[in-house]
Structure formats: C-alpha cells, structure tokens
C-alpha cells in the first residue's frame, strides 16, 4: 500500500505519518507538504532514513505537483490545510486557495488514479457553534461561522460530490479541537503555554466562557487510521475528546502545570464570530469503528507542557520568522486594557 499524507509536515499530519510508519510496517508513505509557516521537517525529523518514507515539497493547489504526489498512491489522507481560525478573520485568501482550491485539485487527482480510499480530515467546526447543551453529529446541518470552518465546509461538501459525481473513495473524518507536542504555538494550549514557559502574558478572549471539546492528536491519529481500514466511502465520522472544558479553566490548568501564576492572564478583546462550544457525538465511530479516545486530559496536558518544556529549540523556531509579525497584529490591541465588547456567536442568534 502506498499512502500520501497532505500536510505530513504539520502538527497533526507528523503524528499520523509516524504512527503509519511504526504500525503499518507494509505500507509506503509519501509525505506531500508545502511547508507553510507551520510545516516544519523538524516534526519528521529522522524518518529520510526509513526506506518506506518520502517527502516530496509541493503545493495541493498545483494540479502538477498533486498530480505527481498521486502517481502510484493507493490511498490519500488529505490533512494539508490553512489551520488557524485568527489567521482566517486577518485574510481569508490563503484558506480558500488552499482548503477549498487545494482540495478540488486533489480530488481531480483522485479521479484519475486507481485510489481505494481518500480520506478528508475535517473539523467539527464546520458544524457551528452550540449553546449550553446538545452535541453534533454526523448529520448536523453544516453551519460554519468563521472563514476557516466555512473554508473546510466547502472542502468537504467538494469531496462528497467527487463521491456522488466521480466515485472517488471519498471518507470524510471530524475531529473536535487537538492538542499534543509539535503544535503550532498559535493555538490556545500552546500559546499559553509557550507564553507561561517565558513569563509572558496570556490573552484569553472575551470573558474564557467558550467551551471547547478537547482531544489528543494521537487519538484523532487512530481514528484516521481505522477511519481509512473500516470506513465506509461516502460516510462521514466524528472523532471527539471526552473533556469539555471552558477556556479559562483549561488556562488555569496550563498554568498551573508550567509553573505559572494567573496574573499572566489578561482578558483580551474577543474573536469577532466566536462560536461559544463545541461538543461532538463519537458513537458512530465507536459502534461502527471500534474507536475510543484513550488520552486523559489531565495525563495529556501534562505530558504536552513536558514536551514543549523539553524542546525550547523548537519553539524558539516556531516563535521566530513571521511569527512575530502575525502575533503582533493579532494581539498588539488586544493586549492594551481596554478590551472591545464580547463578540461570542450563540446559535439562539439569529443566523442567516
Ligand atoms: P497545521 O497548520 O499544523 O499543519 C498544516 C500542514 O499543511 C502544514 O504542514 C503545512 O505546511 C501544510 N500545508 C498548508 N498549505 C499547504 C498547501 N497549499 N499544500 C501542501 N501543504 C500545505 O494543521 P493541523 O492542526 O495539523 O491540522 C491538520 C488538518 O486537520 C487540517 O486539515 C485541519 O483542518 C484538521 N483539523 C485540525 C484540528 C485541530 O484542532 N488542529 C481539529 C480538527 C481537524
Ligand atoms: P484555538 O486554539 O484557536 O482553536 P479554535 O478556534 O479552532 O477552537 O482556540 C481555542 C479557544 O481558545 C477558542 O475559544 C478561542 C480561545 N483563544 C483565546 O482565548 N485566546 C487566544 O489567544 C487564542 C488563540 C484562542
């Protein structure tokens, strides 16, 4: 089996790449990245010398290179994105080019390979924003809120049609939000705790009530993978984290373990569109697939602040080039005292 991962280079598709490797000692892996400012091949370091590993640097949106990543492959897992939902309220143009574009050229790919399975990796932000209670599922309608979710949305409706239209292999996977080593440190836990490492304040958006519905990276890694071996093409699974935690006590947490105090936090300006919480329903996954979450919280956050403890060299990377740029345009304002009123999306307002 030969299998292109997009995006193998970043957070989540690093992990997948390597559990691939150590689990599937048969299968080939071409790693098909375009190393954006959070690919970094320090996150597959050491994998050249595996003889069933290839990197091949190319972008999704080239129908060439997409073409060229494809040549041979027997399955596809699509993880190459734009990522970062602050990034897409700054300029949504890269994430259409990418998400949208991107997933369109490989899916025309697709169609002229010989692919058993291609597996689009998804969020379950496409799904919106939820009030206190209730969770989605598979068949929530799509409601996306921000350019991000409605950029995935767009990408997964595409690869359905490619299902209906063209008979691509097309599985569709949700996961609600990651965390682990090697993330990007824009995101909120490693943000916080790369800010805590360095005594540096922490912006926390609105009031911290947003919920989010956490899971560990190598968790949504094995759902992929049975997703790819068990899924049914043209079905559609959720893979959620058991913990749900509003952001101000997962700051606290973070906090707490890096050895920092709450003074650090600092009440910021809100996202503008927050979605207020995400929950997603996993029982599909674990009826039909097998897949259960096996990662605490509690055990994998402290194991995610050990990690970035221990690898100051690769956050002082990722901290570096444009990073100081984007931070500075996204926090400079928000960072002053007097923050903007709260902006949180709650799904009783009225949508259009
Ligand atoms: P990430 O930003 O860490 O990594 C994205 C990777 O894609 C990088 O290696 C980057 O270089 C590559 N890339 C970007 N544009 C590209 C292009 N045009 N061509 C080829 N490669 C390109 O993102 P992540 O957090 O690892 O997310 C991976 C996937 O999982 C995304 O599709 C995302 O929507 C999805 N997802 C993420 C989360 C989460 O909480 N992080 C949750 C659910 C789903
Ligand atoms: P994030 O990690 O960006 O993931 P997502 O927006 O995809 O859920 O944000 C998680 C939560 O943390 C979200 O409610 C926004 C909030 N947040 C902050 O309060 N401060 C920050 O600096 C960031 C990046 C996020």
Redesign the pocket.
């Known amino acids: 089996m030969q299998i292109v991962v997009?995006?193998?280079?970043?957070?989540?598709?690093?992990q997948l790449v390597h559990l691939l490797l150590e689990t599937r000692p048969e299968w080939q892996i071409v790693n098909?990245?375009?190393?954006?400012?959070?690919?970094?091949l320090e996150?597959v370091a050491g994998l050249e010398a595996n003889s069933r590993y290839r990197f091949l640097r190319?972008?999704?949106?080239?129908p060439e290179a997409a073409a060229q990543a494809l040549a041979g492959a027997d399955a596809v897992i699509?993880?190459?994105?734009?990522?970062?939902v602050d990034r897409s309220i700054q300029d949504a143009g890269?994430f259409i080019?990418?998400?949208v574009t991107?997933t369109q050229t490989l899916l025309d790919a697709a169609r002229r390979g010989r692919l058993s399975r291609f597996v689009q990796?998804?969020?379950?932000?496409v799904y919106g924003s939820l009030g206190n209670e209730g969770r989605f599922s598979e068949t929530s309608p799509l409601a996306p809120n921000s350019p991000?979710a409605a950029s995935?949305a767009a990408a997964d409706l595409l690869a359905r049609a490619a299902f209906h239209t063209h008979g691509v292999p097309v599985i569709i996977?949700?996961?609600?939000?990651?965390?682990g080593p090697?993330?990007?440190p824009e995101?909120l836990i490693p943000l916080v705790i790369s800010n805590a490492l360095a005594g540096e304040p922490v912006p926390l958006y609105g009031r911290g009530e947003n919920v989010r519905n956490w899971?560990h990276?190598a968790d949504?890694c094995r759902g992929i993978l049975v997703a790819l071996e068990r899924g049914t093409p043209g079905e559609i699974y959720n893979f959620g984290g058991d913990d749900e935690l509003d952001n101000l006590s997962l700051v606290k947490r973070l906090l707490r373990l890096a050895g920092a105090g709450e003074e650090l936090i600092r009440y910021v300006a809100d996202r503008l569109g927050h979605d207020f919480r995400y929950s997603l329903d996993s029982s599909r996954a674990r009826r039909e697939l097998g897949w259960r979450p096996e990662i605490a919280l509690d055990a994998g956050l402290t194991a995610t602040v050990d990690w970035y403890r221990q690898h100051p060299a690769w956050l002082r990377r990722a901290r570096g080039g444009d990073f100081q740029s984007y931070y500075a345009r996204q926090y400079e304002v928000r960072l002053q005292p007097a923050a903007a009123p709260a902006a949180t999306h709650r799904p009783t307002e009225k949508s259009c």
């Open positions: 997009t995006g193998g280079a970043g957070f989540i598709g690093s098909f990245d375009a190393l954006t400012y959070s690919g970094n996150n190319g972008d999704v949106a080239d699509h993880l190459a994105a734009e990522s970062h890269d080019r990418t998400n991107g990796v998804s969020t379950d932000e991000y995935k996977t949700r996961a609600s939000n990651n965390y090697r993330q990007f995101k899971i990276a949504h």
